[in-house]
């Protein structure tokens, strides 16, 4: 039997080059720094900024021109990007576009959130996205985010990064005292209102509070004064940095790969198709709020793609219906790696294997294929033969069995406007978590994959 009709799944390692690995271990560096100085997304849309104007980008604003040859970013409140160039055959064939998010699951204050009680004083929260409360207490978090003031003034503020910073703290249980808290279900054992941060425990003098003192500490400091918290984005985030991990340095942990081990792909491959003279018209999203629901005006599920496609298609006097329908798109998100400590959710076969390569995964959603886009063939067929071009090392999977649970990306948002869509992107070990793993060779392999698509000419 001719053994080349066969598929088998094999890793990058095996597949590849001693080359393309260490291109792959290079790569990661750049990405490492990517994700120390992007913890929020308002941070990762500074870094991406400066990345930009780097490559002689400049921001677009509605109703400037638009031509072949521009490299064009549209700055979305702070929150999140759309970036965009125009090749040298305009945006007849549509455009090559590349969706990511840069939110990720994180603990917000809320809007009223200084107290004392106990002798220490605490912030109250709310939390963003699909944690699994019980991974975010009794580890060192930082404080990242913005407050602006009735003035208008903008005061950035970031504790917890330097190692001369203080950290903060949500406390646990002692075991001695946990065993009612032990016999409760992990989704039960830490309740939201418990997530309390703890921020101070010294008052300033014997007849004041712990709270006042902490107040008068942010107030020497940033100049705020409590009723700025009403208009400020404050998020608790860990304060680890990434990491390599494993003796073969193979790995890389860190906060928020969920989904920045996409977005700085995404934008790499960018530059490189620009820096090779891609003639295709390209467009890289970095999006907000998908941890949420893509709601909110940072959200795809806003109007604002449609604008600015719509702004486009006008320069060029096409129909936006038009550059809608020759358009395609990879959603690049995360998908669950394969996990043999719990290997009871996954379905072996069509599971995503860390090393194994980027992942193209057909159809998100949960159960009957329910709230997903589900991809065409013909456009994943196209897509193998770019990759097969490009000698991208890929597999494609789904979110671990069919009745265990699932999830979903920005693809069917971006679908509904008749755009062609599929999900890739990089296998994570322990998603959603405060640390993540990915493999270095994955992360490559999916700048390679988004490369292969914005560049190929079938």
Wanted: with cysteine; glycine share 8%.
């Amino acid at each position: 039997m001719n053994k080349d009709i066969l598929y088998k799944k094999e890793t990058v390692y095996r597949k590849a080059d001693k080359v393309t690995v260490e291109s792959a271990f290079a790569y990661a560096e750049g990405y490492k720094k990517f994700l120390d100085a992007a913890k929020t997304e308002r941070e990762a849309v500074k870094a991406v900024i400066t990345m930009l104007e780097a490559k002689d980008f400049r921001e677009y604003r509605f109703g400037d021109k638009i031509k072949k040859g521009d490299r064009l970013y549209y700055n979305n409140r702070g929150k999140n990007l759309f970036i965009f160039t125009i090749g040298s055959d305009g945006v007849k064939d549509g455009l090559r576009i590349a969706a990511s998010h840069i939110d990720a699951p994180r603990i917000d204050l809320k809007q009223c959130p200084l107290y004392e009680d106990g002798g220490m004083a605490f912030f109250k929260t709310h939390y963003y996205g699909g944690i699994r409360k019980y991974q975010w207490v009794a580890t060192p978090l930082a404080l990242h985010g913005v407050v602006i003031t009735k003035d208008g003034n903008t005061i950035d503020v970031c504790i917890g990064e330097k190692d001369e910073d203080p950290v903060f703290y949500i406390s646990d249980l002692l075991p001695h005292l946990g065993r009612e808290q032990a016999k409760l279900p992990l989704s039960d054992a830490i309740k939201g209102e418990q997530l309390n941060v703890l921020v101070g425990n010294m008052p300033e003098d014997e007849d004041d509070s712990v709270k006042n003192a902490v107040m008068a500490l942010i107030n020497e400091k940033y100049g705020i004064t409590e009723d700025d918290f009403f208009s400020s984005e404050l998020c608790v985030v860990p304060a680890a940095k990434a990491r390599d991990v494993g003796f073969d340095r193979s790995l890389i942990g860190s906060y928020g790969h969920d989904d920045r081990v996409c977005a700085y792909p995404s934008l790499t491959a960018l530059f490189d198709s620009i820096d090779t003279d891609c003639t295709h018209s390209l467009m890289c999203i970095l999006a907000d709020k998908e941890e949420t629901g893509s709601d909110g005006v940072s959200g795809m599920q806003s109007d604002l793609m449609l604008d600015i496609i719509n702004a486009i298609a006008d320069a060029f006097g096409i129909s936006p219906a038009l550059l809608r329908a020759n358009s395609k798109c990879l959603s690049a998100d995360v998908s669950a790696g394969f996990d043999p400590t719990f290997p009871d959710v996954f379905e072996k076969m069509n599971s995503a294997f860390v090393g194994c390569g980027t992942i193209f995964t057909k159809y998100t959603g949960s159960g009957g294929k329910g709230s997903t886009n589900d991809a065409n063939p013909e456009f994943i067929a196209w897509l193998r033969a770019a990759m097969e071009k490009d000698g991208v090392i890929w597999q494609s999977a789904e979110l671990g069995k069919v009745d265990a649970g699932g999830g979903g990306t920005v693809a069917k948002y971006i679908a509904k406007h008749n755009i062609e869509t599929i999900d890739l992107g990089v296998p994570v070990i322990a998603m959603h978590a405060p640390y993540e793993v990915v493999s270095k060779v994955d992360v490559y392999e999916t700048h390679k994959a988004i490369k292969a698509f914005y560049n190929f000419d079938r």
